[in-house]
Protein backbone atom coordinates (compact mmCIF):
# COMPACT_ATOMS: atom_id res chain seq x y z
CA UNK A 1 0.00 0.00 0.00
CA UNK A 2 1.24 3.76 -0.71
CA UNK A 3 2.35 5.22 2.52
CA UNK A 4 1.44 9.47 2.82
CA UNK A 5 3.52 11.40 3.80
CA UNK A 6 4.44 12.52 7.83
CA UNK A 7 2.96 15.72 7.31
CA UNK A 8 -0.36 14.91 6.33
CA UNK A 9 -3.42 17.81 5.54
CA UNK A 10 -6.68 16.85 5.33
CA UNK A 11 -7.43 17.25 1.33
CA UNK A 12 -10.53 18.97 0.51
CA UNK A 13 -12.37 17.14 -2.20
CA UNK A 14 -15.25 17.94 -4.53
CA UNK A 15 -17.43 14.73 -3.68
CA UNK A 16 -20.52 15.98 -6.23
CA UNK A 17 -18.07 16.28 -9.10
CA UNK A 18 -18.66 12.89 -10.00
CA UNK A 19 -22.85 13.87 -11.45
CA UNK A 20 -21.34 15.85 -14.20
CA UNK A 21 -20.14 12.73 -15.49
CA UNK A 22 -20.98 8.70 -16.56
CA UNK A 23 -18.46 6.03 -14.95
CA UNK A 24 -18.61 4.60 -18.42
CA UNK A 25 -17.82 7.38 -20.31
CA UNK A 26 -14.99 9.35 -21.08
CA UNK A 27 -15.54 13.77 -21.81
CA UNK A 28 -15.67 13.38 -25.40
CA UNK A 29 -18.41 10.91 -25.29
CA UNK A 30 -16.30 7.78 -26.07
CA UNK A 31 -16.98 4.38 -23.99
CA UNK A 32 -14.58 3.30 -21.08
CA UNK A 33 -14.91 -0.14 -21.08
CA UNK A 34 -15.22 -1.65 -17.56
CA UNK A 35 -12.92 -4.09 -16.06
CA UNK A 36 -14.12 -5.85 -12.74
CA UNK A 37 -11.60 -7.45 -10.60
CA UNK A 38 -13.08 -10.82 -9.54
CA UNK A 39 -15.63 -9.99 -6.10
CA UNK A 40 -15.50 -12.87 -3.63
CA UNK A 41 -16.74 -12.77 0.16
CA UNK A 42 -19.96 -13.84 2.29
CA UNK A 43 -22.53 -11.49 -0.25
CA UNK A 44 -20.94 -12.82 -3.15
CA UNK A 45 -21.29 -15.97 -2.11
CA UNK A 46 -25.07 -15.79 -1.41
CA UNK A 47 -25.59 -13.97 -4.62
CA UNK A 48 -23.84 -17.37 -5.95
CA UNK A 49 -25.74 -19.72 -4.31
CA UNK A 50 -28.63 -17.63 -5.53
CA UNK A 51 -27.98 -17.17 -9.32
CA UNK A 52 -27.35 -21.08 -9.68
CA UNK A 53 -30.70 -21.91 -8.01
CA UNK A 54 -32.63 -19.47 -10.50
CA UNK A 55 -30.60 -20.34 -13.58
CA UNK A 56 -31.50 -24.46 -12.58
CA UNK A 57 -34.84 -23.11 -12.26
CA UNK A 58 -34.16 -21.19 -15.79
CA UNK A 59 -32.98 -24.00 -17.72
CA UNK A 60 -35.43 -26.85 -16.03
CA UNK A 61 -38.57 -25.64 -15.59
CA UNK A 62 -39.45 -26.07 -19.72
CA UNK A 63 -39.69 -30.23 -19.10
CA UNK A 64 -41.23 -29.83 -15.61
CA UNK A 65 -45.06 -30.39 -16.46
CA UNK A 66 -48.41 -30.86 -14.26
CA UNK A 67 -51.39 -32.54 -15.35
CA UNK A 68 -49.68 -32.60 -18.51
CA UNK A 69 -49.67 -29.18 -19.33
CA UNK A 70 -46.18 -27.18 -19.07
CA UNK A 71 -45.29 -25.02 -15.72
CA UNK A 72 -45.13 -21.94 -17.72
CA UNK A 73 -45.47 -21.31 -21.41
CA UNK A 74 -46.40 -17.89 -23.24
CA UNK A 75 -47.38 -19.51 -26.76
CA UNK A 76 -48.23 -15.64 -27.89
CA UNK A 77 -48.01 -17.27 -31.54
CA UNK A 78 -50.34 -19.40 -30.97
CA UNK A 79 -52.50 -17.66 -28.05
CA UNK A 80 -51.77 -20.56 -25.46
CA UNK A 81 -50.47 -19.46 -22.00
CA UNK A 82 -49.75 -21.61 -18.80
CA UNK A 83 -48.75 -20.91 -15.78
CA UNK A 84 -48.26 -23.02 -12.71
CA UNK A 85 -50.03 -25.57 -15.74
CA UNK A 86 -53.24 -23.86 -15.28
CA UNK A 87 -54.31 -22.66 -18.72
CA UNK A 88 -55.31 -19.06 -19.58
CA UNK A 89 -56.71 -17.75 -22.88
CA UNK A 90 -57.36 -14.55 -24.25
CA UNK A 91 -60.77 -14.14 -21.98
CA UNK A 92 -58.63 -14.75 -18.90
CA UNK A 93 -56.55 -11.41 -20.30
CA UNK A 94 -57.66 -9.24 -17.59
CA UNK A 95 -56.51 -11.81 -15.05
CA UNK A 96 -52.71 -11.51 -16.87
CA UNK A 97 -52.70 -7.75 -16.80
CA UNK A 98 -53.87 -7.96 -12.95
CA UNK A 99 -51.17 -10.17 -12.15
CA UNK A 100 -48.55 -8.16 -14.33
CA UNK A 101 -49.93 -4.92 -12.12
CA UNK A 102 -49.58 -6.82 -8.99
CA UNK A 103 -45.76 -7.76 -9.74
CA UNK A 104 -45.09 -4.63 -10.19
CA UNK A 105 -46.48 -3.31 -7.46
CA UNK A 106 -44.38 -5.88 -5.63
CA UNK A 107 -41.32 -4.60 -7.08
CA UNK A 108 -42.18 -0.87 -6.27
CA UNK A 109 -42.60 -2.09 -2.38
CA UNK A 110 -39.28 -3.75 -2.43
CA UNK A 111 -37.57 -1.16 -3.83
CA UNK A 112 -39.66 1.36 -1.19
CA UNK A 113 -37.93 -0.87 1.47
CA UNK A 114 -35.35 -2.49 0.00
CA UNK A 115 -33.67 -0.25 -2.74
CA UNK A 116 -32.37 -1.46 -5.84
CA UNK A 117 -32.08 -5.08 -4.29
CA UNK A 118 -33.73 -6.74 -7.39
CA UNK A 119 -31.50 -5.42 -9.58
CA UNK A 120 -28.52 -7.21 -7.62
CA UNK A 121 -29.84 -10.23 -6.69
CA UNK A 122 -32.83 -11.14 -8.78
CA UNK A 123 -32.68 -9.64 -12.62
CA UNK A 124 -31.96 -11.79 -15.42
CA UNK A 125 -29.59 -9.34 -16.77
CA UNK A 126 -27.78 -9.39 -13.98
CA UNK A 127 -27.68 -13.28 -13.72
CA UNK A 128 -27.08 -13.73 -17.10
CA UNK A 129 -24.19 -10.80 -17.09
CA UNK A 130 -22.42 -11.69 -13.91
CA UNK A 131 -22.85 -15.99 -13.19
CA UNK A 132 -22.89 -16.59 -16.73
CA UNK A 133 -20.79 -14.60 -19.50
CA UNK A 134 -18.52 -12.48 -16.95
CA UNK A 135 -17.62 -16.09 -15.42
CA UNK A 136 -16.55 -17.30 -18.82
CA UNK A 137 -14.72 -14.40 -19.76
CA UNK A 138 -12.89 -14.54 -16.44
CA UNK A 139 -11.73 -18.15 -17.43
CA UNK A 140 -10.72 -17.20 -21.11
CA UNK A 141 -8.94 -14.19 -20.45
CA UNK A 142 -8.13 -14.14 -16.62
CA UNK A 143 -8.98 -11.26 -13.78
CA UNK A 144 -8.95 -7.37 -14.21
CA UNK A 145 -5.36 -6.98 -14.74
CA UNK A 146 -4.81 -9.10 -17.08
CA UNK A 147 -8.23 -8.13 -18.61
CA UNK A 148 -6.93 -4.96 -18.91
CA UNK A 149 -3.43 -6.13 -20.40
CA UNK A 150 -5.00 -7.74 -23.18
CA UNK A 151 -7.55 -4.95 -24.02
CA UNK A 152 -4.17 -2.38 -24.21
CA UNK A 153 -1.90 -4.93 -26.11
CA UNK A 154 -1.87 -5.29 -30.22
CA UNK A 155 -3.87 -7.62 -32.28
CA UNK A 156 -0.95 -10.51 -31.77
CA UNK A 157 -1.59 -14.23 -31.66
CA UNK A 158 -2.23 -14.12 -28.15
CA UNK A 159 -5.16 -11.75 -28.08
CA UNK A 160 -6.72 -12.78 -31.56
CA UNK A 161 -6.54 -15.99 -30.33
CA UNK A 162 -8.41 -15.13 -26.79
CA UNK A 163 -10.95 -12.83 -28.64
CA UNK A 164 -11.75 -15.55 -30.71
CA UNK A 165 -12.03 -18.11 -28.11
CA UNK A 166 -14.40 -15.46 -25.96
CA UNK A 167 -16.86 -14.50 -28.64
CA UNK A 168 -17.04 -18.14 -29.82
CA UNK A 169 -18.15 -19.36 -26.62
CA UNK A 170 -20.50 -16.21 -26.06
CA UNK A 171 -22.18 -16.97 -29.50
CA UNK A 172 -22.78 -20.69 -28.84
CA UNK A 173 -24.25 -19.63 -25.08
CA UNK A 174 -26.37 -16.79 -26.63
CA UNK A 175 -27.48 -19.76 -28.86
CA UNK A 176 -28.08 -22.47 -25.84
CA UNK A 177 -30.16 -19.42 -23.70
CA UNK A 178 -32.44 -18.59 -26.73
CA UNK A 179 -33.47 -22.90 -27.16
CA UNK A 180 -34.25 -23.10 -23.84
CA UNK A 181 -35.98 -19.21 -23.70
CA UNK A 182 -38.33 -20.34 -26.65
CA UNK A 183 -38.68 -23.86 -25.08
CA UNK A 184 -41.29 -21.14 -22.90
CA UNK A 185 -42.93 -19.92 -25.60
CA UNK A 186 -43.21 -23.05 -28.08
CA UNK A 187 -42.57 -25.86 -25.68
CA UNK A 188 -39.48 -27.76 -25.74
CA UNK A 189 -40.92 -30.68 -27.83
CA UNK A 190 -41.74 -27.81 -30.93
CA UNK A 191 -37.69 -26.52 -30.08
CA UNK A 192 -36.41 -30.42 -30.43
CA UNK A 193 -38.59 -30.26 -33.92
CA UNK A 194 -37.16 -27.62 -35.04
CA UNK A 195 -33.64 -28.79 -34.10
CA UNK A 196 -33.73 -32.23 -35.58
CA UNK A 197 -36.05 -31.28 -38.39
CA UNK A 198 -33.97 -28.39 -39.60
CA UNK A 199 -34.53 -24.49 -40.46
CA UNK A 200 -36.49 -25.69 -43.65
CA UNK A 201 -39.51 -26.89 -42.52
CA UNK A 202 -39.69 -24.03 -39.64
CA UNK A 203 -38.50 -20.95 -41.16
CA UNK A 204 -40.14 -18.35 -39.32
CA UNK A 205 -39.32 -19.98 -35.77
CA UNK A 206 -36.21 -20.62 -36.62
CA UNK A 207 -35.28 -17.06 -38.03
CA UNK A 208 -36.93 -15.80 -34.59
CA UNK A 209 -34.61 -17.88 -32.45
CA UNK A 210 -31.56 -16.09 -34.91
CA UNK A 211 -32.82 -12.47 -34.35
CA UNK A 212 -33.39 -13.81 -29.99
CA UNK A 213 -29.66 -15.25 -30.05
CA UNK A 214 -28.07 -12.09 -31.81
CA UNK A 215 -29.68 -9.73 -29.36
CA UNK A 216 -28.29 -12.18 -26.42
CA UNK A 217 -24.78 -12.00 -28.09
CA UNK A 218 -25.04 -7.51 -28.82
CA UNK A 219 -26.30 -7.45 -25.19
CA UNK A 220 -23.86 -9.59 -22.59
CA UNK A 221 -20.69 -9.13 -25.20
CA UNK A 222 -20.95 -5.53 -25.61
CA UNK A 223 -23.79 -3.32 -24.56
CA UNK A 224 -23.42 -4.64 -20.78
CA UNK A 225 -23.67 -2.86 -18.08
CA UNK A 226 -25.06 -0.07 -20.18
CA UNK A 227 -28.56 -2.18 -20.17
CA UNK A 228 -28.50 -1.00 -16.28
CA UNK A 229 -27.15 2.52 -16.99
CA UNK A 230 -28.33 3.68 -19.80
CA UNK A 231 -31.20 1.36 -21.43
CA UNK A 232 -33.27 0.24 -18.08
CA UNK A 233 -36.14 2.17 -16.60
CA UNK A 234 -36.30 0.74 -13.43
CA UNK A 235 -33.13 2.29 -12.30
CA UNK A 236 -34.53 6.13 -13.44
CA UNK A 237 -37.63 4.58 -11.09
CA UNK A 238 -35.58 3.48 -7.83
CA UNK A 239 -34.66 7.75 -7.71
CA UNK A 240 -38.53 8.35 -6.85
CA UNK A 241 -39.21 5.33 -4.63
CA UNK A 242 -36.34 5.17 -2.14
CA UNK A 243 -35.91 7.86 0.55
CA UNK A 244 -33.93 7.89 3.78
CA UNK A 245 -35.63 4.81 5.68
CA UNK A 246 -34.69 2.67 2.27
CA UNK A 247 -32.56 0.08 2.88
CA UNK A 248 -29.37 0.30 0.47
CA UNK A 249 -25.55 -0.14 -0.15
CA UNK A 250 -24.16 2.76 1.47
CA UNK A 251 -20.74 3.85 2.18
CA UNK A 252 -20.39 5.15 6.25
CA UNK A 253 -19.17 8.21 5.14
CA UNK A 254 -19.06 9.25 9.15
CA UNK A 255 -16.68 6.65 9.86
CA UNK A 256 -14.74 6.81 6.89
CA UNK A 257 -13.99 10.13 6.36
CA UNK A 258 -11.39 11.87 5.85
CA UNK A 259 -10.04 9.16 3.93
CA UNK A 260 -6.21 8.86 3.33
CA UNK A 261 -3.83 5.94 2.70
CA UNK A 262 -3.36 3.20 4.72
CA UNK A 263 -0.24 3.72 7.41
CA UNK A 264 1.25 1.06 9.73
CA UNK A 265 0.79 1.77 13.56
CA UNK A 266 -0.99 4.94 13.31
CA UNK A 267 -3.47 6.20 15.15
CA UNK A 268 -5.95 7.68 12.69
CA UNK A 269 -8.43 9.19 15.27
CA UNK A 270 -5.61 11.21 16.39
CA UNK A 271 -4.72 12.68 13.21
CA UNK A 272 -8.25 12.96 12.03
CA UNK A 273 -8.38 10.51 9.65
CA UNK A 274 -11.62 8.10 8.55
CA UNK A 275 -11.25 4.35 8.78
CA UNK A 276 -11.42 4.66 4.50
CA UNK A 277 -7.86 4.01 3.67
CA UNK A 278 -8.72 5.47 -0.24
CA UNK A 279 -7.13 1.59 -1.26
CA UNK A 280 -9.90 1.82 -4.28
CA UNK A 281 -11.08 -1.64 -4.27
CA UNK A 282 -14.31 -1.10 -3.78
CA UNK A 283 -14.21 0.77 -7.43
CA UNK A 284 -12.63 -2.12 -9.14
CA UNK A 285 -14.97 -4.57 -8.22
CA UNK A 286 -17.83 -2.51 -8.86
CA UNK A 287 -19.24 -3.83 -12.61
CA UNK A 288 -20.53 -0.62 -13.28
CA UNK A 289 -17.68 1.35 -12.53
CA UNK A 290 -18.35 3.95 -10.21
CA UNK A 291 -17.55 4.76 -6.59
CA UNK A 292 -19.65 4.03 -4.21
CA UNK A 293 -18.11 6.45 -1.29
CA UNK A 294 -20.06 9.58 -4.24
CA UNK A 295 -23.34 8.35 -2.52
CA UNK A 296 -26.63 6.76 -3.68
CA UNK A 297 -25.93 6.56 -7.38
CA UNK A 298 -28.29 5.87 -10.40
CA UNK A 299 -25.83 2.97 -11.59
CA UNK A 300 -25.29 0.79 -8.58
CA UNK A 301 -27.49 -2.44 -8.73
CA UNK A 302 -26.96 -2.77 -4.82
CA UNK A 303 -24.62 -6.22 -5.99
CA UNK A 304 -22.78 -6.01 -2.45
CA UNK A 305 -19.71 -6.62 -4.53
CA UNK A 306 -17.83 -3.49 -2.88
CA UNK A 307 -19.15 -4.67 0.84
CA UNK A 308 -17.28 -7.95 0.64
CA UNK A 309 -14.37 -5.82 -1.42
CA UNK A 310 -14.30 -3.67 1.85
CA UNK A 311 -14.72 -5.92 4.61
CA UNK A 312 -12.21 -7.73 3.03
CA UNK A 313 -9.26 -4.86 3.17
CA UNK A 314 -10.66 -4.12 6.63
CA UNK A 315 -10.18 -7.18 8.05
CA UNK A 316 -6.46 -7.13 6.88
CA UNK A 317 -5.56 -3.64 8.58
CA UNK A 318 -7.12 -4.41 11.70
CA UNK A 319 -10.21 -2.38 11.21
CA UNK A 320 -14.21 -3.16 11.76
CA UNK A 321 -15.98 -4.51 9.13
CA UNK A 322 -19.33 -2.40 7.55
CA UNK A 323 -17.53 0.44 6.25
CA UNK A 324 -19.86 -0.23 3.30
CA UNK A 325 -22.58 -2.06 4.16
CA UNK A 326 -26.50 -2.46 3.76
CA UNK A 327 -28.26 0.61 5.75
CA UNK A 328 -30.76 3.10 5.48
CA UNK A 329 -29.54 6.84 4.98
CA UNK A 330 -31.05 7.77 8.19
CA UNK A 331 -29.01 5.24 9.69
CA UNK A 332 -26.06 6.62 8.34
CA UNK A 333 -26.06 10.54 9.26
CA UNK A 334 -28.08 9.74 12.09
CA UNK A 335 -27.82 6.18 13.76
CA UNK A 336 -31.39 5.58 13.44
CA UNK A 337 -32.71 2.58 13.27
CA UNK A 338 -34.55 1.07 10.72
CA UNK A 339 -38.63 1.42 10.65
CA UNK A 340 -41.36 0.89 8.64
CA UNK A 341 -42.78 4.07 7.15
CA UNK A 342 -46.61 4.94 6.43
CA UNK A 343 -45.66 5.13 2.06
CA UNK A 344 -44.39 1.39 3.46
CA UNK A 345 -47.38 0.03 5.23
CA UNK A 346 -49.56 1.76 2.40
CA UNK A 347 -48.07 0.10 -0.19
CA UNK A 348 -47.69 -3.40 1.69
CA UNK A 349 -51.74 -2.81 2.53
CA UNK A 350 -52.63 -2.32 -0.82
CA UNK A 351 -50.34 -5.21 -2.27
CA UNK A 352 -51.94 -7.59 -0.19
CA UNK A 353 -55.34 -6.34 -1.33
CA UNK A 354 -54.60 -6.67 -4.79
CA UNK A 355 -53.20 -10.65 -4.58
CA UNK A 356 -56.42 -11.48 -2.47
CA UNK A 357 -58.23 -9.79 -5.67
CA UNK A 358 -55.97 -12.07 -7.71
CA UNK A 359 -56.68 -14.97 -6.13
CA UNK A 360 -60.04 -14.46 -6.06
CA UNK A 361 -60.02 -14.12 -9.73
CA UNK A 362 -57.61 -17.55 -10.48
CA UNK A 363 -60.41 -19.60 -8.38
CA UNK A 364 -63.37 -17.95 -9.59
CA UNK A 365 -62.70 -18.00 -13.61
CA UNK A 366 -64.34 -21.31 -13.82
CA UNK A 367 -63.85 -24.57 -15.50
CA UNK A 368 -65.77 -23.96 -18.65
CA UNK A 369 -66.76 -20.62 -20.85
CA UNK A 370 -69.44 -20.78 -23.55
CA UNK A 371 -70.60 -17.95 -26.25
CA UNK A 372 -73.43 -18.65 -28.76
CA UNK A 373 -73.19 -16.09 -30.77
CA UNK A 374 -75.42 -15.57 -34.26
CA UNK A 375 -73.68 -15.89 -37.28
CA UNK A 376 -73.33 -12.05 -39.12
CA UNK A 377 -76.11 -11.44 -41.51
CA UNK A 378 -78.38 -14.27 -40.65
CA UNK A 379 -81.84 -14.17 -39.19
CA UNK A 380 -84.78 -16.21 -38.10
CA UNK A 381 -86.86 -18.47 -40.55
CA UNK A 382 -90.63 -19.57 -39.57
CA UNK A 383 -91.92 -23.06 -40.66
CA UNK A 384 -95.05 -24.90 -39.71
CA UNK A 385 -95.93 -22.32 -36.98
CA UNK A 386 -92.13 -22.40 -35.45
CA UNK A 387 -89.69 -19.78 -35.46
CA UNK A 388 -85.98 -21.13 -35.81
CA UNK A 389 -82.55 -19.23 -34.94
CA UNK A 390 -79.35 -20.32 -35.91
CA UNK A 391 -76.12 -19.78 -33.48
CA UNK A 392 -72.38 -20.46 -33.43
CA UNK A 393 -71.42 -21.98 -30.58
CA UNK A 394 -67.74 -21.82 -28.55
CA UNK A 395 -66.97 -24.04 -25.79
CA UNK A 396 -63.76 -24.05 -24.04
CA UNK A 397 -63.12 -26.52 -21.34
CA UNK A 398 -60.24 -24.74 -18.93
CA UNK A 399 -59.46 -27.93 -16.97
CA UNK A 400 -56.98 -30.68 -18.04
CA UNK A 401 -59.96 -33.16 -17.64
CA UNK A 402 -62.51 -34.89 -20.50
CA UNK A 403 -66.10 -33.11 -20.19
CA UNK A 404 -69.42 -34.89 -21.69
CA UNK A 405 -71.21 -32.02 -21.94
CA UNK A 406 -75.10 -31.24 -23.43
CA UNK A 407 -77.08 -28.08 -24.22
CA UNK A 408 -80.28 -26.79 -23.35
CA UNK A 409 -82.45 -23.72 -23.14
CA UNK A 410 -82.69 -22.67 -19.85
CA UNK A 411 -85.38 -19.97 -20.69
CA UNK A 412 -87.95 -19.40 -22.17
CA UNK A 413 -89.26 -23.05 -21.89
CA UNK A 414 -90.71 -24.62 -24.65
CA UNK A 415 -87.38 -24.12 -26.65
CA UNK A 416 -86.30 -27.16 -29.12
CA UNK A 417 -82.40 -27.23 -30.10
CA UNK A 418 -81.47 -29.40 -33.45
CA UNK A 419 -77.12 -30.19 -33.03
CA UNK A 420 -76.97 -31.16 -36.91
CA UNK A 421 -76.28 -35.05 -35.21
CA UNK A 422 -76.10 -36.37 -31.85
CA UNK A 423 -76.78 -33.81 -28.46
CA UNK A 424 -73.86 -34.97 -26.83
CA UNK A 425 -70.83 -33.25 -26.86
CA UNK A 426 -67.51 -34.89 -25.66
CA UNK A 427 -65.11 -32.05 -25.34
CA UNK A 428 -61.11 -32.94 -24.49
CA UNK A 429 -59.02 -31.08 -21.49
CA UNK A 430 -57.78 -27.37 -22.37
CA UNK A 431 -59.46 -27.77 -25.48
CA UNK A 432 -62.20 -24.97 -27.91
CA UNK A 433 -64.92 -26.17 -29.77
CA UNK A 434 -66.81 -25.13 -32.21
CA UNK A 435 -69.85 -26.05 -33.70
CA UNK A 436 -73.84 -24.60 -35.18
CA UNK A 437 -77.13 -25.49 -33.81
CA UNK A 438 -80.38 -24.30 -34.46
CA UNK A 439 -82.77 -23.32 -31.89
CA UNK A 440 -86.90 -23.51 -32.27
CA UNK A 441 -89.51 -21.86 -30.70
CA UNK A 442 -93.28 -22.28 -31.26
CA UNK A 443 -94.42 -18.87 -32.59
CA UNK A 444 -96.65 -17.75 -29.75
CA UNK A 445 -93.91 -18.48 -27.22
CA UNK A 446 -92.12 -15.72 -28.92
CA UNK A 447 -93.70 -12.10 -27.56
CA UNK A 448 -91.09 -9.77 -29.07
CA UNK A 449 -89.35 -9.14 -31.98
CA UNK A 450 -85.99 -10.01 -29.82
CA UNK A 451 -86.64 -12.33 -27.27
CA UNK A 452 -84.25 -12.54 -24.65
CA UNK A 453 -82.87 -16.20 -23.48
CA UNK A 454 -80.34 -17.93 -21.56
CA UNK A 455 -78.59 -21.08 -23.19
CA UNK A 456 -77.04 -23.14 -20.57
CA UNK A 457 -74.33 -25.98 -20.89
CA UNK A 458 -74.33 -28.84 -18.35
CA UNK A 459 -72.45 -31.89 -17.23
CA UNK A 460 -72.72 -35.47 -17.14
CA UNK A 461 -74.39 -35.02 -13.66
CA UNK A 462 -76.78 -32.68 -14.76
CA UNK A 463 -75.05 -29.09 -12.99
CA UNK A 464 -74.65 -26.06 -15.30
CA UNK A 465 -71.24 -25.81 -15.60
CA UNK A 466 -71.92 -22.09 -17.79
CA UNK A 467 -74.79 -20.21 -18.69
CA UNK A 468 -75.29 -17.55 -21.83
CA UNK A 469 -77.36 -14.27 -21.91
CA UNK A 470 -78.91 -13.69 -25.72
CA UNK A 471 -81.91 -12.62 -28.07
CA UNK A 472 -83.73 -14.65 -29.74
CA UNK A 473 -85.22 -12.99 -33.14
CA UNK A 474 -89.05 -13.45 -34.14
CA UNK A 475 -91.21 -11.45 -36.18
CA UNK A 476 -92.44 -7.67 -35.56
CA UNK A 477 -95.52 -8.10 -33.68
CA UNK A 478 -97.51 -4.72 -32.46
CA UNK A 479 -98.72 -5.25 -29.35
CA UNK A 480 -102.49 -3.10 -28.00
Not at 13 to 25: A, K, L, Q, W
Not at 234 to 242: E, F
Not at 458 to 466: Q, S
Amino acid sequence: MNIPSDNFQPVEIDYEDFRNSVGTMDQTGKRKWVFPRKPKGKYTNYRNYVSYFLLALFFGLPFIKINNNPVFLFNVIDRRFFIFGQPFYLQDFFILALGAVTSVIFVMLFTVVFGRIFCGWLCPQTIFMESVFRKIEYWIEGDRNKQMKLDRQEWDAEKIRKRTIKWSVFALTSVIITNFMFMYIVGYEEVFKIITEGPADHSLKFLGMIGFAITFYFTFAWLREQVCTLVCPYGRLQGVLIDKQTINVYYDFKRGENRSKWRNNEDRKAVGKGDCIDCHQCVVVCPTGIDIRNGQQLECVNCTACIDACDEVMEKVGLPKGLIRYATEAEIENRETFRFTSRMKATAAFLCLLIGFLGFLMYDRGTMEAKFIKPAGSTFFVKNGKITNTFIYTLLNKTNEKKVLTIKIVTPKNGEIDFFGTGRIVLKGDEILKGNINITFPEEDIKFSKQNMTIGVFDEKGEMVDSFDTTFEGPFKLLL
